[in-house]
């Protein structure tokens, strides 16, 4: 009895012993699995991050090459997406030229309620937007009605006040008493530090034109503009997604032709925003 007794607990401790390998090595496999994907993610991302990137880039060598050329094959600058393969990488590309948009430094109180009322904001609060905007980036301290100065905003318990000075970056606008992160990203696509303020109604759209004009805009041009907002969304056959915003400025005469103004990483857009170009 005390053999057969013995040989059980044996065999008892060998199936434990077998149990606990199985273990360790169904865990050992699982974080292998894990470490791979992490590792394949790591340089999918990479991936996509240097084929927006290599968008960018390409983007501008158009720009270059389109610079007082007829070429109808170059990227149009008026926000027109095209696809570029690159891999197994869709890049989606599109460029815009800065005049066909309103200067925030530039725009009146009128024109900036109408741009902000044509994006779905509602009466009272683009006029005072409007008129926050325009007390963000004026020197004095003296507040429009409605609008919004130092008093304003520390009543609203913010540590911020207005600037007083120009606008800087795009990005400013979010800290004006009343702008809301669904309006700011509303509003932002008709935007722009980078123009002298007068606009080419032809990129602009018919939509933005008819809306300026009727908000008494007159400083209406045929140039084209020298700065561009280009956006490069790439996306792998994994599903990795990467996008890159920059604006640059051609120097055309210049020993630097491209001077990069800004260099973002954005927001992947909607499914709504369907390829138009090549």
């Known amino acids: 009895m005390r053999g057969r007794s013995e040989e059980g607990i044996a065999l008892i401790a060998v199936l434990g012993t077998l149990a606990l390998l199985s273990f360790i090595a169904a865990l050992l496999s699982f974080e292998t699995r894990t470490e791979t ?6 340089v999918d991302n990479a991936a996509a991050r240097a084929a927006a990137d290599a968008g960018i880039e390409r983007a501008v060598l158009d720009l270059i090459a389109a610079a007082g050329s007829t070429d109808n094959d170059k990227f149009r600058a008026d926000g027109t997406i095209y696809n570029w393969r690159l891999s197994n990488i869709t890049v989606r590309i599109s460029v815009q030229d800065e005049i066909g948009k309103v200067n925030l430094n530039q725009v009146s109180e ?8 044509s994006v779905g904001v509602d009466p009272g609060t683009a ?12 020197p004095d301290s003296f507040s429009r009605a409605p609008g919004a100065e130092e008093a304003d905003y520390r009543a609203a318990g913010l540590a911020w006040g207005p600037k007083n000075a120009p606008f800087e970056a795009l990005e400013e606008l979010q800290n004006v008493l009343g702008m809301t992160a669904e309006i700011y990203e509303r509003v932002t696509p008709n935007l722009t530090i980078y123009s002298g303020g007068a606009i080419n109604p032809t990129l602009a759209g018919e939509r933005l034109t008819s809306i300026l004009r009727e908000a008494g805009f007159k400083d209406f041009v045929s140039d084209r503009g020298m700065a561009y907002s280009i956006r490069a969304e790439a996306k792998s056959s994994n599903g990795a997604v990467f996008v890159r915003e920059a604006v640059v400025q051609l120097n ?27």
């Open 37 to 42: 994907r992490i590792a394949r993610n790591v």
């Open 127 to 138: 006029q005072s937007l409007a008129n926050a905007t325009a007390d963000f980036r004026d």
């Open 252 to 278: 055309p005469e210049s020993t630097i032709p491209v001077l990069v103004l800004a260099w973002l990483d954005g927001v992947p857009r909607g499914s709504h925003d369907t390829p138009t170009g090549r």
């Open 110 to 117: 009128a024109v900036m309620d109408a741009v902000l009322r």
